[in-house]
């Protein structure tokens, strides 16, 4: 039974705890995959500013847009300031529903982001507008921004930028057995921990019970002896020539209470033995007529002091009952 009750707060304690601790670290991993697709944003955002400030100064926009492309995992769209097309990466042109979508989206919130001469500040200054995620019909989502940028070589262009975003899978990935190693390490933890707190805790049950099966076992083996001379007491009596039948009655009363004893101190040594968890059982056929014999007679004196009729009652070829009556 203690180590029924061990395992079973070994488990619980375990279990518990790995599942408190299970549902903090994963919240610890989302905030860490959420601040690492901020800093892919910011990233974007960035990397978007630094194109504009290089292409205001090179002339070569193609071979700066390929060096994006192939470094930075960037896509583009370059046109012109009457709105031809300089240049489109081969992901775009796949894609082309991420380019309109984002115009549209762009044009709603922040206007039209194309060169346009009637405006004093398009002939200026570079702009770039906010980010926008867009989501294309694939399901992928992708960063976005459109910049208009006026050259030192009086060009102007409007420049569409679009990156991939990584989705969770991805972010998680390259720490995936980081993270794991650490969860294994404290569920190691936890677990030997564990095991030193309920031996802790279960430590007095199991004196206390220690201590009970060794009193039952000295007081089971200590009536051992004086039933024993009862025992042999009753049967020198019933062995006397000359006994008068009442006596004899008495004795094997006395006989069958000493058996009844011997049983019960037995069934002690076996309650013990259950809780050591050494026992055995063992299965043997009684004669029902000889039981309720014994029981009648056994029964019979204290239900006619207590004035009862305590009858025994056979039926042939039918179940065999008792019928205890009161008698008015």
Known sequence: MIQSLKRNLYVLLISSLMFIFSIVFFLMIHENIKTKKNSELAYFNRMATTLILQLEHESDYRTCLELYEGKRDMYFQLLSDNGHSLYQSEYIKNNTDIIDTFLTILLDTEGDFTYNPSRLEDNYYSRQSGTYTIQA??????????????????????????????????????????????????????????KILVKKAVSPTEKAMQSQKDFIAAVSHECKAPLASILSSAEMIESVPGVPDTIKNHVQMIDSEVSRMSRLIQDLLLLSSLDAGNWSLHMDEINIDTLLINLYTKFEQICRKKIYCWSLIYQMNAVRRFILMQTA
């Open 137 to 194: 019909i694939n399901g992928k989502k992708h960063y976005c921004a459109s910049s208009l940028i006026v050259t030192d070589h009086n060009a102007i262009y409007t420049v569409v930028a679009v990156k991939e975003c990584s989705s969770f899978a991805a972010l998680l990935k390259p720490e995936l057995v980081y993270y794991f190693c650490i969860w294994c390490g404290v569920l190691a933890s936890i677990v030997f921990l564990s």
